[in-house]
């Protein structure tokens, strides 16, 4: 039987609640992180490997899913983000993990995890504003340079989610 993410909800939750609990605090727990992190790629890759041809231009887009998760989380650890900045990005990582948001992946499966890209993506470029670049692109593990992944996620985000919910994401992140 194929492990979805969505087993080990539970997990998540509490994972979620004690990143919000703990992102001011530098002590969010790197080996369920990780353990998340790895969830998220083979089940992308897998879906991939299944449906590349139905999925399309959001195939893309959701090989950049697990990347951005872990570099929000790597970025609410660093000494150089400000308190601010880590609440944010811990209400991102929060937002990746819970089961039920906007396009819940207990529903649709790995395609929910495209208005969690966007999220993370719009906190990114807030978060932008206040920390260096270099600090950013230090903590980047994926393939293509992150700020202009960052770019195309946003200019294609209508496109992936539609207006709606991108603007309904800007609303949460300006609370």
Do not use: C
């Amino acid at each position: 039987m194929d492990e979805t993410p969505f087993r080990g909800a539970a997990e998540d939750e509490d994972l979620a609640r004690e990143i919000a609990d703990n992102a001011e605090a530098d002590a969010l727990p790197r080996d369920r992180a990780s353990r998340f992190y790895d969830r998220i790629r083979n089940t992308t890759r897998r879906y991939l490997d299944r449906k590349s041809p139905v999925a399309g231009k959001a195939g893309e887009f959701l090989l950049l899913v697990p990347d951005v998760f872990i570099l929000l989380w790597r970025l609410t650890t660093d000494a150089r983000v400000n308190s601010k900045d880590k609440v944010l990005l811990g209400s991102a990582v929060a937002y990746y993990i819970m089961p039920f948001d906007l396009i819940p992946e207990a529903i649709v499966g790995p395609i929910g995890y495209l208005d969690d890209l966007v999220f993370g993506v719009l906190v990114l470029s807030k978060v932008l504003g206040s920390v260096d670049a270099a600090v950013v692109q230090e903590h980047w593990s994926g393939s293509e340079d992150i700020l202009v992944a960052i770019k195309r996620v946003l200019n294609a985000a209508e496109g992936l989610i539609g207006t709606d919910l991108v603007s309904k994401i800007k609303k949460m992140i300006m609370k």
